[in-house]
């Protein structure tokens, strides 16, 4: 091999790398947002029981004052 063809091949290295990282890194954030999305749905699923709840105590008159 040549000088020049050693000297492309160590410059492509780095930059292909990268883009592999690349790939990588994009597949972990994915499954990071759906385990995010699913606990912020049970969140939000979990506020809605618990006002709905405390909708319903108050029409009985038994909500504990603020």
């Given amino acids: 091999m040549t000088d ?3 000297v492309a091949i160590i410059a492509g290295v ?3 790398l990268a883009a592999l990282l ?3 890194n994009r597949a972990k954030l994915g499954q ?3 385990q995010v999305d699913g606990r912020l749905t049970e969140l ?3 506020t ?3 006002s709905k709840s405390e909708g319903a105590k108050e029409q009985r008159g038994t909500a ?3």
Avoid: N, R
């Fill in 4 to 6: 020049a063809i050693i």
């Fill in 48 to 50: 809605k029981k618990t």
């Fill in 14 to 16: 780095p930059g292909t």
């Fill in 32 to 34: 990071v947002s759906a």
């Fill in 44 to 46: 939000l699923e979990l």
């Fill in 22 to 24: 690349g790939v990588f």
């Fill in 64 to 66: 504990e004052p603020l």
